[in-house]
């Protein structure tokens, strides 16, 4: 009979030992899974915030472009309600874009085959009979490249392209 309560006796012990080591590994993370976790955190926060940027700089392109259409039909407008040439000198500041994007003014006008900066007193023509003169502007800055070609009947943008760098 002394050997059956010793074995009685043993038994639960050893079952409660191992079910205690059981809830201890259970109740908690490991080490390395904590930095595997955060490794990963850090790496889907590290990608949005990159995309995020990239966004920003491309509203931010848009916006100035928007800017130079926006500008352009307004004179040509300006023009056929005064019935006089309008002319806006073409030079760094020539559209007033936002403070945010600033860059570098190039034209190209129909025959030129490269763009490049305008010339000391160069302007761009809007006439009262409802016509400009054809004309493509680059405006890029460190954000990216904008450029856009411009119908000489509507002063609308007729092609568009916007780069965004990054």
């Known amino acids: 009979m002394t050997n059956f309560r010793a074995i009685t006796n043993h038994t639960p012990v050893t079952l409660f030992a191992q079910r205690g080591i059981r809830r201890s590994r259970a109740a908690g993370f490991t080490l390395l899974e904590i ?22 700089d491309e509203d931010r392109l848009r916006r100035a472009a928007a800017v130079i259409e926006t500008s352009a039909r307004q004179n040509l407008l300006q023009a056929l309600k005064t019935q006089q040439t309008v002319r806006i000198e073409l030079s760094a500041g020539a559209f ?71």
């Open 35 to 56: 930095i595997v976790a955060m490794s990963l955190l850090i790496l889907v926060i590290g990608i949005a915030v990159m995309s995020i940027s990239g966004v920003r």
């Open 96 to 166: 007033s874009v936002d403070q945010e994007f600033s860059g570098m003014l190039q034209v190209r006008r129909v025959g030129e085959k490269v763009f490049r900066a305008p010339k000391r007193g160069e302007g761009w023509e809007f006439s009262p009979t409802g016509i400009c003169e054809p004309i493509e502007v680059r405006l890029s800055g460190s954000a990216g490249v904008i450029e856009i070609a411009f119908d000489p009947l509507t002063a609308c943008a007729k092609r568009k392209s916007i780069q965004v760098r990054g």
